[in-house]
């Protein structure tokens, strides 16, 4: 049983309770994370992997044997991830060039549905430039969006100045020219996940339909030593930074669904519904049994 899960806690919690459940788990090191979606999602090559919220939802709508398992590995806030070099604000979006990494990326999806939401941005009047292609074979690029030439990364493009406005989280350049689009982008993001009742999530955990016909008690096992490690590290506050159980994801993966369906990156509307039933059917579980 394969597993890749960027957090060292987390990894060594659901590899004790897997071995515990009789299995014999294997982490596989794959840095960054993401890295190690394409293979989960199009070949099965591990069993329990960290996925972007956005690859479960594009890897459901393609098809693919991919199941939620409902723990968050990251959960952060988004807002500040627009950023540019100049004076440009949030409200110059439209007629202005802007990068992100992958039209699938998550922080992106995020992003450009607060556009839309909150500032009115119509995103078709904005001039898009992607970098990767998508961890799920099948997917493309909408027609109004431009691929950068091979071998062309966001970083450099960005601080470059041939972009105007870049979406960016981890791979976020240190560069001192660099400011938030969004003015109060923290206060702006906290209020945000106030008001909807969660935070937009990053990455959860998927796990194949062969791996939950095979391993589920230890795939359940993990799940249970995960949730009982980000219970104790949750810090309280209006809403929880890392979600653990389907009632505790359903808000943010419903949004989630409908930008990402408003932006084509998914080629129908996936309901949350259809994941829980997904995996309670796989691993023959009620849904209570997963949060929810």
């Not at 597993?3 to 071995?19: E, F, H, I, K, Y």
């Not at 939620?68 to 440009?88: A, E, S």
């Not at 202005?96 to 549905?113: D, E, N």
């Amino acid at each position: 049983m394969k597993l890749v899960l960027g957090r060292d806690d987390l990894a060594a919690a659901a590899l004790a309770a897997a071995r515990e459940a009789g299995a014999e788990p294997e982490r596989v090191d794959i840095k960054p994370v993401h890295k190690a979606s394409r293979g989960f999602v199009n070949a099965s090559d591990v069993d329990l992997c960290e996925l972007a919220i956005v690859t479960v939802l594009q890897a459901v709508a393609h098809g693919k044997p991919v199941l939620l398992l409902p723990v968050t590995t990251l959960g952060r806030h988004q807002h500040q991830t627009l950023v540019t070099l100049g004076g440009l604000s949030v409200a110059e979006v439209e007629g202005h060039s802007v990068g992100v990494r992958a039209w699938s990326q998550t922080t992106g999806v995020w992003v450009r549905g607060f556009l839309t939401e909150q500032y009115g941005i119509d995103l078709r009047k904005a001039h898009w430039t992607t970098y990767e292609g998508h961890h799920v074979e099948g997917a493309e690029d909408p027609s109004w969006v431009r691929r950068a030439p091979e071998g062309t990364k966001l970083p450099a493009d960005f601080l470059a100045g041939n972009v105007d406005f870049g979406i960016m989280g981890n791979e976020l350049p240190a560069d001192d020219r660099i400011r938030t689009a969004v003015d109060d982008a923290r206060a702006v993001a906290e209020q945000w996940s106030q008001d909807q009742g969660f935070v937009p999530v990053n990455h959860v955990v998927g796990v194949s339909e062969a791996a939950a016909a095979e391993h589920g008690p230890a795939i359940l096992a993990a799940y249970d030593a995960m949730r009982s490690v980000l219970t104790a590290q949750e810090e309280g506050g209006p809403v929880a930074l890392h979600p653990v159980g389907f009632a505790g994801l359903r808000g943010a993966f419903t949004k989630a669904a409908a930008y990402a369906l408003e932006q084509d990156v998914i080629p129908r509307a996936v309901d949350y519904d259809e994941l829980v039933e997904r995996t309670c059917t796989a691993l023959g579980v009620a849904p209570s049994r997963l949060g929810g």
